[in-house]
């Protein structure tokens, strides 16, 4: 009689929330998370034969259980039996997400108290702390929580979260504001209305005596009243996508709302009526990468309305907000390569005379050497700057960005040892006529703190020459030299690492031969470091 055996797996109750592979023979905590984002692998089978992982596309099966993708993307983790098991292999998908930093504003209450409003839909959940002791989970389609505090001066941070995922990495934004006591009066200094292509107008607003409260923008005329915006607001404004079916007079006013009470004052009303846009050529325009994202400036555009097109790599393209005012950012990723159309938005929105596309630099990292050698992949700027006369550099700084270094660019450059160990670059045009300077996104890299000794030196031999054994590259000035013989013996020593060697010892000038260093140095972070290698002194 033919037995047939059923094996059954007892999964621990812990585990069953557990992202499992296809076969059931391995799992990890979730099936995605934000990078950077380490995964851990639990295995359930007790196989004679060893298991080893794939978990790069192209890369090696190895017997680690543990990666980190660094990375956004969808991956297959792939689980190799090394025994007679079928099938040999088991699969699980793991996707890795952008890490973006949440977008969101504070509004001040009279009562010493705030109000937080996402403007973010990119997580799922939003973790709002309000100190280091209270916070408070909730999604873009809650209502705006509200907190108190005893002290004016806050500081509030919100850290995006995916449900069922590793959320470590993902962004925090931190911001600090003073809550004011009272609400004053803000007054609109001008006002401009222009056509978009589709019959819409847009707003444009400049405005004064503004602060950290909500406010609400009320559009009015002679048949109805309606309002157009509500948030906070800077001293530059732009309302797209109003109806308007006739040119009689609008009067806008702006409230200065407390969103704890539901209090509300009052401007005075500031009232024009909505006419057509004058047009210009861009010349001007460029874009620059800023730490919130990449900036725009539209050249000679008289403030007209703009329309502004962000086409990605894959020519895939994204409508913006039109803009009538010199400049905007976008608040996008700094990861990709992005050009953007930009055009009048007015009537004649079908030509193609009054259109620029402009485009910020980008560079990506191709190589690094150990002697700390960058060569970059450029993505060069365009603009409508003048460009016969541009000047190019790299610029470097800490990550607190205490200690910047800018040198010119010539195709490659070396990391430079006195800014850390991990350094930022960016890559920066001067366009001298235009008095303009726009910059790239920016890369990070890790220094190798290695030393360059010269093979040979030649002191006292009346040339003037290699009369010293110097080292270049030290981070720091900080450290000791031992200078030995071929018998193992110290006949020098100096804890002035600057100035090397001169070929002297106690006994006088030191004979031709091999001799051997150790030089010890201190890095910037305060580590210390040891290098030791041989040389050759010639006296002939």
Request: with cysteine.
């Amino acid at each position: 009689m033919k037995f047939t055996w059923i094996v059954i797996f007892l999964i621990p109750l812990n585990l069953l929330g557990q992202h499992f592979s296809k076969e059931g023979r391995f799992s990890i905590a979730y099936e995605r998370g934000c990078a950077p984002t380490t995964v851990h692998i639990t295995q359930y089978q007790h196989l004679e034969k060893p298991r080893s992982f794939l978990f790069l596309e192209g890369g090696d099966f190895v017997g680690d259980t543990s990666f980190t993708y660094t990375d956004p993307g969808i991956y297959h983790i792939v689980q190799l039996i090394g025994e007679d098991i079928s099938p040999k292999t088991d699969t699980l998908i793991f996707t890795v997400l952008n890490s973006e930093q949440p977008t969101f504003e504070i509004y001040s209450c009279n009562s010493n108290g705030v109000e937080v409003n996402i403007l973010d839909t990119y997580y799922d959940l939003y973790r709002i702390y309000f100190s280091p002791t209270d916070s408070i989970d909730i999604s873009s389609e809650d209502p705006n929580p509200q907190f108190s505090y005893s002290d004016p001066n806050i500081t509030v941070s919100v850290k995006g979260l995916f449900t069922d995922s590793y959320t470590a990495s993902c962004g925090m934004t931190t911001k600090s504001i003073q809550i004011e006591s009272s609400s004053y009066t803000t007054t609109v200094d001008s006002a401009y209305f222009s056509m978009n292509c589709d019959n819409t107008f847009s707003l444009a607003l400049q405005t004064s005596n503004t602060s950290n409260f909500k406010y609400e923008i009320v559009m009015s005329d002679d048949q109805q009243t309606q309002t157009i915006y509500s948030g906070g607001l800077s001293s530059a404004l732009n309302i797209p996508d109003l109806l308007i079916t006739e040119e009689s007079e609008k009067c806008i006013s702006i409230n200065t709302l407390d969103p704890c009470d539901g209090s509300s004052t009052s401007n005075t009303p500031y009232c024009l009526t909505p006419n057509l846009i004058r047009l210009g050529n861009f010349y001007g325009a460029y874009a620059s990468h800023v730490n919130g994202g990449i900036f725009l400036d539209f050249g000679n555009s008289d403030n007209e309305e703009v329309k502004i097109v962000r086409q990605d790599a894959n020519n895939k393209e994204t409508r913006l907000s039109n803009q009538i005012s010199a400049s905007t950012i976008d608040p996008t990723s700094s990861t990709r390569v992005f050009t953007y159309d930009i055009s009048f938005a007015g009537t004649n929105c079908d030509t193609l005379e009054n259109t620029a596309e402009i485009r910020a630099p980008y560079i990506s990292l191709v190589s690094k050497s150990l002697d700390n050698r960058i060569s970059l992949n450029i993505t060069p700027p365009l603009n409508k700057l003048d460009s016969s006369a541009i000047e190019m550099f790299v610029l470097f700084y800490s990550l607190d960005s205490a200690q910047t270094i800018r040198t010119p660019y010539d195709g490659s450059f070396a990391l430079q040892p006195s800014i850390g160990r991990l350094q930022n670059i960016r890559l920066g045009y001067s366009y001298l006529n235009d008095d303009i300077t726009i910059y790239s996104n920016e890369i990070r890299t890790r220094i190798n703190y290695i030393v360059h000794v010269p093979k040979a030196f030649t002191p006292d031999n009346g040339d003037n020459l290699n009369n010293e054994l110097l080292f270049f590259g030290l981070p720091t000035n900080e450290g000791f030299l031992h200078i030995y013989n071929r018998w193992g013996e110290v006949i020098y020593e100096s804890a002035d690492i600057s100035v090397g060697w001169n070929g002297r010892s106690k006994e006088g000038k030191a004979p031709q031969g091999t001799y051997r260093y150790k030089l010890s140095f201190k890095t910037p972070e305060g580590e210390l470091k040891s290098q030791v290698g041989t040389f050759v002194l010639i006296r002939e």
